[in-house]
């Protein structure tokens, strides 16, 4: 059974950092396509940047140049480094193996997170302050 673990949220002021990490377990494909999504209580579900498996990676227009998407195989661990936070970033943040193909246009398109083939982990809270 796939399991995702994320950790790494936390609280920070606007214009900090944090590293949001996701740990895969139970994989038997080489090949999952992980993303990051996040969700506030006033706000669906979003998609935030997706990586496959050959490090290819696409992102959602409101974290470009300042949220990276990268991933260690060897760990089974993607991460999502998030620079020059702002308090609209602030939200629960999910890891999610996506069966979307290609993996770098799952941000962009909505109907991806209906995919019952997906696989979510519990998330983590981001919060930033003003």
């Known amino acids: 059974q796939v399991q995702l673990v994320e950790s790494g949220g936390g609280s920070v002021e606007s214009g900090g950092s944090l590293t949001l990490s996701c740990v895969a377990s139970?994989?038997?494909?080489?090949?999952?396509?992980m993303g990051w999504f996040r969700q506030t209580p006033v706000k669906e579900l979003e998609g935030v940047a997706s990586?496959?498996?050959?490090?290819?990676?696409g992102y959602a227009d409101s974290v470009k140049a300042r949220f990276t998407i990268s991933r260690d195989n060897a760990k089974n661990t993607v991460y999502l480094h998030m620079y020059n936070l702002r308090p609209e970033d602030t939200a629960m943040y999910y890891c999610?193996?996506?069966?979307?193909?290609?993996?770098?246009?799952?941000?962009?398109?909505?109907?991806?997170?209906?995919?019952?083939?997906?696989?979510w982990g519990q998330g983590t809270q981001v919060t930033v302050s003003s």
């Open positions: 990586i496959g498996s050959d490090g290819s990676a």
């Open positions: 139970g994989y038997t494909s080489n090949d999952p396509c």
């Open positions: 999610a193996a996506l069966a979307w193909r290609p993996c770098d246009e799952a941000v962009q398109h909505s109907v991806v997170i209906h995919d019952p083939r997906n696989v």
